[in-house]
């Protein structure tokens, strides 16, 4: 990309990477100002790049509290969706994560949505 702007005699300005899974890394995505508008000589062209997608593991939440899985989520870099099972007064586990819908150490991209499922007391209600 960076020889095809030289040879238009126009110049390379900012390059962005941007992780995406659309196209593998180093494809121009897009360019600023646009492929074929008319510009001064060595006039900088921004150009933005496919970069690689970023994995991240997913962490083990089971047996956390709501508020603590939130954090654990937050810094492992998927995105936390919680559901409620209402479970019997008193019962053991209740106000904890009781499953999760993937696998911990599951390799992910970055921002994925879990799932997980909390036990919640009736008596006591979601809980923290």
């Known amino acids: 990309?960076?020889?095809?702007?030289?040879?238009?005699?126009?110049?390379?300005?900012?390059?962005?990477?941007?992780?995406?899974?659309?196209?593998?890394?180093?494809?121009?995505?897009?360019?600023?100002?646009?492929?074929?508008?008319?510009?001064?000589?060595?006039?900088?062209?921004?150009?933005?790049?496919?970069?690689?997608?970023?994995?991240?593991?997913?962490?083990?939440?089971?047996?956390?509290?709501?508020?603590?899985?939130?954090?654990v989520a937050r810094a492992a870099g998927v995105r936390l969706v919680v559901t409620n099972q209402l479970v019997e007064p008193g019962a053991p586990g209740a106000g904890r994560v009781v499953g999760q819908s993937l696998p911990p150490a599951t390799q992910v991209t970055e921002g994925t949505e879990l799932v997980v499922t909390v036990a919640v007391d009736p008596a006591q209600g979601a809980g923290p």
Request: hydrophobic share 50%; charged share 15%.
């Open 1 to 71: 990309a960076m020889a095809d702007l030289a040879r238009a005699g126009l110049a390379a300005g900012r390059v962005t990477v941007s992780p995406t899974s659309a196209a593998p890394p180093g494809v121009v995505l897009s360019t600023d100002p646009p492929a074929g508008s008319s510009r001064p000589p060595r006039y900088p062209v921004a150009v933005v790049v496919s970069g690689p997608v970023e994995l991240v593991a997913v962490p083990d939440l089971v047996g956390l509290t709501r508020s603590a899985a939130a954090v």
